[in-house]
């Protein structure tokens, strides 16, 4: 049976259990939180054994990986601990701060034999998992223009809109839409920051006003590895989370969201491979996307090999072209 510790009780750790659970129903799981109120809230609530003392279960023999659900500032410190320790490990995006750190976590990973995987979830849409297989395929030819657009109101934790804790909307907004670019057209080989605003300077977050000074708007232009150019916008300003991706080809539209109310299709001028002519409907019901996520990843340790999306080295991409945007919007 396989033991996996996941370290953060925030909201996202539920979602993760659910996915693990999903994956391999027999998977033992314990919840670790240097909180320990949240820690036992979501240990008595999910039926599992928790733990208010995370460096402990980072070196239990018992487990076999980590799964980090806690604010970026800690993934790399987490990470490398549970390498040393032979543990496998999945983390919330993005992996870590800086690219130096990316590349120290790959160097342990190789050193180690260990398997490490990244939560960009969008990779495990169906609606844009289709549309990988259109851009592998060319099937909507040259490509003319590519937009990539999310939002949401933030306020929901003080740490995601501070900038000393790696908060702010290129964290963790706009890291799922690059990563997407960067599945479907390469690495980012020049970006160009047209817009880093901080519009809501104060916030009401869980009850208490704060002053806050990470960005919550920004709006960015990549040329992508086979020339494509992207445009990226996400902020924490939408009342309503909001997120699509629309794609012009000199063949066909592809137009995608995860969201059931937007419109997600692909039309074709001319039939393209496995592609017919004409409209496409790519609208489904919606897909267990952590489930998809843990499967991959429950896989990925009972075969040895690292993640077929989602490694260390599809993050590095993302990580360089995150670096270049900050130093570009400083």
């Avoid at 023999?61 to 806690?70: E, Q």
């Avoid at 934790?157 to 706009?174: F, P, S, T, V, Y």
């Avoid at 080989?189 to 208490?208: F, H, K, M, W, Y």
Wanted: hydrophobic share 40%; proline share 4%; charged share 25%.
């Amino acid at each position: 049976m396989t033991k996996i510790a996941i370290i953060g009780c925030g909201k996202q750790a539920p979602k993760h259990i659910n996915g693990l659970r999903k994956a391999y129903p027999n998977i033992e799981i314990i919840v670790a939180d240097r909180n320990e109120q949240a820690a036992k809230a979501l240990g008595e609530a999910q039926g599992v054994e928790w733990s208010n003392e995370p460096q402990d279960v980072l070196v239990d023999p018992t487990i076999d990986a980590i799964d980090i659900c806690t604010p970026t500032s800690t993934h790399t410190r987490l990470i490398l601990k549970a390498l040393e320790n032979g543990k496998d490990f999945f983390c919330e995006k993005p992996l870590c701060r800086t690219l130096e750190e990316a590349e120290q976590i790959l160097s342990k990973m190789n050193e180690t034999g260990r398997i490490g995987m990244v939560g960009y979830i969008y990779r495990f849409a169906p609606v844009f998992e289709a549309a990988y297989k259109a851009f592998e395929e060319k099937a909507l030819g040259d490509i003319a223009s590519a937009q990539f657009r999310i939002g949401g109101r933030g306020s929901h934790q003080l740490w995601k809109h501070l900038r000393e804790k790696d908060g702010g909307a290129i964290n963790e907004m706009l890291v799922h839409m690059l990563d997407l670019a960067v599945w479907y057209f390469g690495d980012v080989q020049n970006a160009e920051v047209l817009i880093n605003d901080l519009r809501r300077p104060r916030r009401s977050i869980q009850g208490s006003e704060h002053d806050v000074d990470a960005e919550d708007y920004v709006l960015v232009r990549c040329k992508m590895a086979d020339g494509t150019d992207v445009l990226l916008q996400a902020d924490m300003v939408t009342p309503a989370f909001t997120q699509h991706v629309e794609i012009q080809g000199d063949n066909g539209t592809f137009m995608g969201s995860i969201q059931q109310d937007m419109p997600s299709f692909l039309f074709l001028q001319e039939p393209a491979n496995d592609f017919k002519a004409g409209k496409t409907d790519l609208s489904t019901e919606q897909a267990d996307l952590f489930g998809n996520q843990m499967s991959e990843f429950i896989n990925a340790i009972k075969t040895r090999k690292q993640p077929s999306r989602c490694s260390v080295e599809d993050s590095i991409k993302v990580m360089r072209a995150i670096q270049n945007i900050k130093e570009k919007a400083a």
